[in-house]
Each structure stands twice: as C-alpha cells, then as structure tokens.
C-alpha cells in the first residue's frame, strides 16, 4: 500500500478521525495501564481501540490491501464489520461501567454485560457465516454496501451489521444524554459528555445514510452517493467527537489545575515582594522546580514572612482599617482583604522606622492568625493601590476623629 495513496485528500476522512482517536487513546493509556482492573478504563481503552482500528481498515487502500494479502475478494468486508460490531459491544459494556458504577456487581450488572458480549459476539460470527456463504466474487473498495445490496447472504450481512450498529448507538446516546441532565457534574465533564453524546447522534446519521442507500436499491433506485459520500465524512466527524469526549474532561482537568497554580503564583506575587522587601531575602531560584513546588516555596516564605513581622502588627490599624474599608462599601470579604494589606504595609514601615535597636510595641496584641488566613487575596489587594489608598486615607481621618480620652 502506498503511502501517499492513503494520506491522500481522498482518503481525510478516515485518517484524520484515526489521528485524533490515537492521541485520544495515547492520553488514556497511562491511566489504564496503571488501573488496569478498573473496568471503566479498560472498556475506554478498547473502544478507542476498536475505533481506531475500524477508521484504519476501511479506508479503501487498507481494504483492497487486505483483500490482496489474504487472496480472498471483499474479505475486508466481514472483517470491517466485525471491528464495527464491537466497537458497538465496547459502547454498551462501559455504558454499563459508567451507569452502575465501579463497584456494583450485582447480578443485573453482571447479566448485563454477559448479554453484551454473547449478543455481539453472535453477531459477528452471524457475520462470517453470512460472507462464506455469499457470492461476492467481484472487487469493491467503495461501494460494496450498494453494490451488493441485493445479493443473498451479503444483503443480510450488510443489514446486520447496520442495525447492529443502531441499536448499540441508539442506547449509549440515549444514556449519555439521561446522565448529562443530572446535576453535580463539573463543567469539563458535562462538556465530555455532550461531545459523547453528539458523536453517538452523528453514528446514526452514518447508520440512516447507509441504510437508506441500500435500501434505494431494493426499490430499485441509485442513492449510492449516500454511502460513499456522505456516510464517511459523517463517520469522520463522530469519530472526532467521540475522542474530543474521551480527551476533554481528562485535558481540561489538568490544564485547569495547571492554570489555578500558575494563576495563584502569580497572585501572590504583590506580597511576596513586599515580604521580600521587609526581610531583605526571597525565594531562592530553582529552574527545575515544577509550577506546584514554586507555588508552595512562594507560599511558604510568606507566611514565614508574616510571622517574623507579627511584633510590629498593629491590631488598632487592622481593625480602623477594616471599619474604614466596610464603611467604603466594600463586601466583608474584600474589605478584610483590604485591611489585613493596610496592615501589613503599616507593620513593614514600622519595622523600617524601628531599627534593630529601637523598636517600640504597638497597640493591642499582635495577631497574624488573620492575615495567614487567605494570603493570595490580601496579595490581590495590595495591588489595588487606588482602593489601598482610599482605605488607609478614610481609616487615618476616623482616627483624627476620636476624642483624645477614647
């Protein structure tokens, strides 16, 4: 088989699902090589297994290949739909991984999935019975559904594997769409499930293409261009919604712990500096370092920071500040925020106007409980100066305010 030949614009439709459900497939692996017993994965990994191999062997290249290495004319055929039909079993068997969960092995669960397996292992060897039995001694590469749409033993074959392929997209779509309106999924799995359920919509568009291509033949009609042309681009796209649905939830998961660590370091730089400022040191720089371990060092020398300056905390500051802050109209939590910056800022220049040998305590009990509480927010804070500003003014004319006495 040339190589050009099947990458050619001719055949996108099979090579370019087969390449998204390879990396889909290359995702999963390490999961499921590492959970092996997990059923879930394990019915994962052999449908896009099976899925894969299907887009493989039916682009035409693939099938006059097979055809010529085995010697036997239209062999691709049963082989193709065996691979479909249990693409179909591996649909159905995690339907019911997914519905009763992981740890069910109840009986019903159990008879289930035995159902699965003998219904479709019956029908693929319906499949080959049917095939040696038919005459089908002239080549197709395209077009055989069509073309031997009104050949006995073919013809039933042909049907088989289609209703077969229905009624398995049928009701995984159907339990895909029932799960996908229960609530308490998060969005990036609701968003796998969705691109689930509309590829599993999209196999009965191939399956209506093809069925009603064959059976124009029976009534004597040319529809052939509804399986061969619109059946595979058809085909195609399910197949890239399927793996989009396998992909998403595990991806967008992972980018989105990857983007809260890399957003939450860089949150907490306004403080960190600070920090740095007051205790003349940092965070000594590890190029290695992986983003979570940069965050937790980040994390770590603050919170260190703040300890070592709790003498010259100023309990009077943080709440004037707190009262100046509410009083602005900031929500409680953001006005907390506010004031644990008013007061730390205040606390690093008292330490600068203190010296080492010169230091008087403020007012009140030192308290840092409060201000280690949530860092990354008082870090935002600190990097509106604007609402800084007006706090620290509002608090400091409230203070000139009180009578000498209070």
Sequence with gaps: MNPSEFFGELYISFWIPTAVLAAALVIKLPSIIKLWRDPLLRAVGGLLLLACCVFVFAAPPAIAWTNRVTGVANIAAPWVYSLITAFCASCLLLIIAWRNGLSDRSASTRRATRWVVAVYSGVIIALWVLFALADVRVERVRDLDTYYATTPFMREEIVLYLLAHTVACLITSRLIWNWVRTGGLDAWLRGGLQCLGAGYAMNLLYDGAKLTAVLARWTGHDLDWLSTDVAPPVAC?????????????????????????????????????????????????????????????????????????????????????????????????RAKALAAAVTIQAAVHAKDRAGKDEYSAPSGSPNTMDLLQDIEGVSRALA???????????????????????
């Excluded at 703040?306 to 500051?317: G, Y």
Aim: no cysteine; proline share 5%; aromatic share 6%.
């Design 237 to 333: 796209l399910s197949a890239i919604l399927i793996a989009v649905g396998f992909i998403l939830p595990h991806a967008g998961q992972y980018l989105h712990g990857r983007w809260r660590v890399r957003l939450g370091h860089w949150n907490l730089r306004p403080l960190y500096l600070l920090m740095r400022t007051a205790t003349g040191t940092g965070v000594p720089v590890t190029l290695r370092a992986t983003a979570e371990l940069r965050l937790t060092h980040r994390e770590t020398f603050i919170r260190d920071a703040l300890l070592q300056l709790a003498p010259h905390i100023d309990e009077d500051v943080h709440r004037r500040a707190y009262a100046a802050a509410l009083g602005l109209g900031f929500e409680p939590g």
């Design 384 to 406: 509106e100066t604007d609402d800084i500003k007006a706090v620290r003014t509002h608090a400091a004319a409230e203070e000139e305010s009180v009578p000498a006495h209070e």
